[in-house]
């Protein structure tokens, strides 16, 4: 039922500040006005880049890209987490997300001593429970954060498998080489494009509790429910990687209110692997220029939260995956990276041991 893949619509524990290390070299990214991008890195699995953009006064986009071992154990399993938390209302939740989403993960993969759909999906409700406990204690000096959510979506690669996970209106799609043409084109599961009905947070609409003052009138329900209005139960994929799949872009909405899944693949392999992220960040910049019929050296001059009226925050992970490293045993050993959107780096030794195409997606 699950042999395609993938397109993901419409969509614990933090490490001490001084252990972060931050820095405009190529090991953690490079700033370029509103825009950071790190063009290459390693995974356990190929080869990735990344890029986020800022238009929000606060950047409300997090993401992460960790690899190496999935687990608190050295025994596994291995293999690369990849996070893109578009958050709305605020920061606070995407932020939230990025710190303690991941080290669930790890906790529950600890347990099983594998890597699973259940694995996922407690990471997600842990991660939803810790943010409620969050806003529960906060609730009476900042109510309004009870208004604050994120959409939340998550692709894991191990042991040859590919399991995608999303709340949201975030999008993962699948580069496939098609051997006929040699050209690349998006791979997708079953699953059809909604509204945003699911998320990390908006507690306001899943408490009623939360749904009075002192949050701002703004924000209230006027009529009140029993049954919570949004859900935070992850909508999951998995698919068994073949040789022919070639790359995974991920990416908040803002990038898909742009370009077309096809447009995306097509950049990559026209340009593969160094760079990539940006130059799908810069043709999704310069189509949102010309709508506004600006040019796109005009756009960059655009300061954040003015920047905001001519697009979102947007976000994006390309992960390259070379076939002989994917089919590897999810107990096979690597070294640890984790990075941060944004230019947040962990070094290692700080971390704990075509057809047309269609769209798919998860609300």
């Known amino acids: 039922m699950l042999s395609g893949l993938m397109n993901f619509l419409r969509a614990c524990f933090r490490p001490r500040s001084d252990r972060y290390v931050h820095s405009n070299s190529d090991s953690s990214g490079r700033q370029d006005g509103l825009l950071w991008y790190k063009d290459h890195g390693q995974h356990f699995n190929g080869d990735f880049s990344m890029a986020v953009v800022q238009a929000n006064n606060l950047l409300e986009d997090q993401s992460q ?70 806003v529960t204690k906060q609730w009476p000096m ?39 043409t040699g050209k690349c084109c998006p791979f997708s599961s079953h699953l059809s494009t909604m509204l ?20 701002y009138a703004k924000f209230r329900l006027r009529e009140p429910f029993k049954k919570p ?30 370009l077309s899944n096809q447009e995306a693949v097509d950049i990559v392999q026209n340009h593969p692997h160094s760079g990539s992220a ?25 300061d954040r ?11 994006v992970i390309v992960v390259f995956l070379d076939s002989n490293l994917v089919s590897r045993a999810s107990s096979v050993k690597g070294s640890n990276i984790s990075v941060r959107g944004g230019g947040i780096s962990l070094p290692p030794n700080t971390l704990a041991p075509c057809t047309t195409p269609t769209e798919a997606g998860s609300a």
């Not at 578009?86 to 939740?93: L, S």
């Not at 949102?288 to 960059?300: G, I, N, P, Q, W």
């Not at 939260?305 to 976000?315: E, Y």
């Open 65 to 134: 890209i960790e690899s190496g071992n999935l687990s608190l154990h050295e025994s596994g399993p291995y293999g690369t987490f990849v996070g893109v938390y578009d958050g709305h209302g605020g920061p606070e939740t995407s932020r939230y997300i990025n710190d303690h989403l991941f080290q669930h993960l790890k906790r529950f993969s600890t347990e099983q001593q594998t890597m699973s759909v259940d694995v996922i999906r407690k990471a997600y409700q842990a991660t939803e429970e810790g943010f409620l406990s969050l």
């Open 142 to 180: 900042k109510p309004q954060i009870a208004a604050v959510g994120s959409c939340c979506l998550v692709g894991v690669v191990s042991g040859g498998i590919l399991y995608i996970a999303n709340l949201g209106d975030s999008r993962a799609v699948l580069g496939r080489a098609v051997k006929a």
């Open 196 to 215: 945003i009905s699911r998320s990390i947070g908006d507690v306001y609409l899943k408490k009623a509790e939360f749904n009075r003052e002192p949050l």
């Open 229 to 258: 209005i949004l859900s935070s139960e992850p909508s999951i994929s998995v698919h068994q990687l073949q040789p022919h799949d070639q790359f995974i872009i991920f990416a908040s909405d803002g990038l898909w209110e742009h």
């Open 278 to 302: 940006r130059r799908l960040m810069k043709a999704a910049l310069q189509e949102a220029a010309k709508k506004r019929e600006m040019r796109y050296s005009d756009l960059k001059k655009i």
């Open 305 to 315: 939260g003015v920047r905001r009226h001519f697009h979102d925050d947007i976000t």
